[in-house]
């Protein structure tokens, strides 16, 4: 996408928040049902997710890690913002790496220590 499409693209979005400052402030939701075993189905709007218990703390590997969602998250929202002030800037990202990392001591998550 060229800095003109993007900028066309959002021209009347920013009208519509200049005008009405409400209309840009958006809940967003994330649902999640406890399933079999112990594991919570996300509907992510494109896919359903299914997350359990990461192996340090039990689980067996074949579902997805809460934790590394929420990093998935952080990255995949970084990357689309980076992109899109980029593209409006006019700026060429000819390459781009964002990366998250979050430590997790599983002694808490396994009740070993506080």
């Known amino acids: 996408m060229k ?3 993007l900028r066309a693209l959002q021209a009347p979005l920013k009208e519509k928040y ?8 958006i809940t967003l939701k994330a649902t999640g049902k406890i399933s079999d075993g112990i594991s919570c189905s996300v509907q992510t709007g494109r896919a359903l997710a299914k997350a359990g218990l990461h192996p340090a ?5 074949s579902l997805v890690c809460s934790g590394d969602m929420l990093l998935e998250a952080l990255v995949a929202c970084a990357g689309v913002t980076m992109g899109a002030v980029a593209t409006s800037l006019g700026v060429n990202l000819r390459d781009a790496v964002i990366t998250a990392e979050g ?3 599983f002694r808490g998550t396994m009740a070993v220590a506080k």
């Open 3 to 5: 800095s003109e499409e």
């Open 103 to 105: 430590d997790i001591d």
């Open 18 to 25: 200049k005008e009405t400052p409400d209309a840009a402030v």
């Open 57 to 61: 703390s039990g689980g067996d590997g």
